[in-house]
């Protein structure tokens, strides 16, 4: 039997990101596990308003999304806890300027430039629709038919309101191969 949890978005778990974007000639680094994807090429990001890191994405209409690693937690950890309003949050990672010239994190297997196409707020939230102008995918965890393997990736999920750091399970196998 069901017990009724309320009006929740249950969906957990989801991929924990990195979110980037430019500050002046460094980058600063959010923490976030509410992202989701939009048909085959755009994705939502969710963030809080007061964040540090809306104003500098609006700047530009620019941010960079990130995956996370178990070896990543500890600084991911901060990105999650310090506000680019009192701390500066560039040091944590290396990083690189893509294509797009937004910084992606060199440590993180798989990484994407955005182009924000529209905001749509809801309550306390500034909910960032994005193009996914490049992605990135680092060539240890590409398969042999030079696809994104997503195990190899390891990417950390995250539950809320939990706020446990999940690894990735098993691949049980392809869909559309199990219907009978
Ligand atoms: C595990 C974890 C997940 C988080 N997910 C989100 C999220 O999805 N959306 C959000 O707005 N903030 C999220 N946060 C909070 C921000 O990362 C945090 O408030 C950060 O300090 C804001 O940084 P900024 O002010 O420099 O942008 C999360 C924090 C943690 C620790």
């Not at 560039?90 to 440590?107: N, Q």
């Not at 809801?122 to 995918?137: L, Q, R």
């Amino acid at each position: 039997m069901k017990k009724n949890m309320g009006a929740r978005p249950l969906l957990y778990p989801l991929p924990l990101v990195i979110i980037g974007a430019a500050n002046g000639a460094k980058p600063t680094w959010t923490l976030v596990g509410h992202v989701g994807v939009m048909g085959y090429s755009r994705v939502i990001v969710s963030l809080a308003q007061d964040h540090f890191i809306n104003g500098l994405i609006r700047q530009k209409n620019k941010l960079s999304i990130n995956s996370v690693t178990e070896k990543m937690l500890p600084d991911a950890d901060v990105c999650g806890i310090l506000s680019g309003k009192d701390d500066d949050k560039s040091f944590l990672f290396d990083y690189t300027l893509g294509d797009h010239g937004l910084p992606i994190i060199t440590v993180s297997p798989i990484s994407m430039e955005c182009t924000v196409e529209s905001i749509y707020n809801t309550p306390g939230f500034d909910n960032f629709i994005c193009t996914v102008d490049s992605a990135y995918a680092e060539k240890e965890c590409l398969n042999s038919e030079g696809e994104v393997d997503f195990g190899k990736a390891a990417t950390v999920l995250f539950e809320f309101p939990g706020y446990n750091y999940i690894s990735m399970g098993k691949v049980l196998g392809k869909g559309k191969t199990f219907a009978k």
